[in-house]
Nanobody, 124 residues
Framework: QVQLVESGGGLVQAGGSLRLSCAASVRTFSNYRMGWFRQAPGKEREFVAAISLKGLNTYYSDSVKGRFTITRDNAKNTVFLQMNSLKPEDTAVYYC?????????????????WGQGTQVTVSS
């Protein structure tokens, strides 16, 4: 069983930055591909970013590429999402997710464990 706890959300003005963290309670964190998703009110949960087991490969949605950066610290069982140049349309609940063994990384179905989410609100 994997428990994921997100933190770092909040209210920020457009153009500002936030750094989300996700701490994982798991024996071997490096066995899991990690991802970030977000869900705005009335919308489906959507892929934001993912990172490979050792952090060598990263993947982003087109809407955040160049503004967001995903990293991980396997020694601390933590994955991060640095969000810069935030826009009002980035407002959503952000979820951390862990994937053990899936071949994909962009779909909700690819992930086995989810955090409770953290709210990010960007004001214009």
């Amino acid at each position: 069983q994997v428990q994921l706890v997100e933190s770092g959300g909040g209210l920020v003005q457009a153009g500002g930055s936030l750094r989300l963290s996700c701490a994982a309670s798991v024996r071997t964190f490096s066995n899991y591909r990690m991802g970030w998703f977000r869900q705005a009110p009335g919308k489906e949960r959507e892929f934001v970013a993912a990172i490979s087991l050792k952090g060598l490969n990263t993947y982003y949605s087109d809407s955040v590429k160049g503004r967001f950066t995903i990293t991980r610290d396997n020694a601390k069982n933590t994955v991060f999402l640095q969000m810069n140049s935030l826009k009002p349309e980035d407002t959503a609940v952000y979820y951390c997710a862990a994937d053990y063994g899936s071949s994909g990384y962009r779909s909700v179905k690819d992930y086995d464990y989810w955090g409770q989410g953290t709210q990010v609100t960007v004001s214009s």
